[in-house]
């Protein structure tokens, strides 16, 4: 695969079906995952962002829809912890091997515990980051959930 990444390397191991769709990314959007959906004509509730976060001092991943902001307190819930707070870029970086703006649940360098956003789990097909910027990935958000183990929680305000 051209311009393979390690979140498309990991999602062709795992046999899930996938179809990229590159964007133009934009640096300097003030709600990048708004603008991505925009960028590929999806409804920003089927675009889902990938939020690192720290559970109780752990790393831990959240996915959900582009329109949604966490709640933190539901987040510490959904992975059994008692507070939760949003993983600083530069650490979110170094633990993950993406970059702000390209960081994908799939393929991290360091595989951390996921949550999806539950609503999403409602649709047929969902974008998800692909590990790089301006690169989404088209598939079935239950077989997301399955390929990474995750587990489906109320995430969002």
């Known amino acids: 695969m051209s311009g393979a990444t390690p979140a498309t390397q990991f999602l062709l191991r795992a046999q899930v079906a996938f179809r990229p769709v590159e964007y133009r990314y934009d640096p300097g959007s003030e709600r990048v995952a708004l603008q991505a959906a925009e960028a590929i004509g999806l409804p920003p509730a089927r675009l ?31 992975f059994g912890g008692k507070s939760a707070a949003m993983m600083p870029p530069a650490k979110a970086e170094r633990l993950t091997g993406y970059h702000t703006g390209g960081i994908s649940p799939f393929g991290q360098r ?48």
């Not at 939020?51 to 959904?78: F, I, N, Q, T």
């Open 48 to 78: 889902l962002k990938t939020l690192m976060v720290e559970v109780d001092g752990r790393p831990a991943c959240a996915v959900l829809p582009g329109d949604r902001s966490l709640s933190m307190k539901r987040v510490a819930a959904a």
């Open 110 to 157: 360091r595989p951390v515990p996921v949550a999806f956003e539950a609503d999403a789990m409602g649709f047929d097909e969902v974008a998800i980051n692909g590990g790089r910027r301006g690169l989404l990935l088209l598939l079935s958000p239950r077989d997301a959930l399955a390929a990474l183990s995750a587990k489906a929680a109320v995430l969002s305000a």
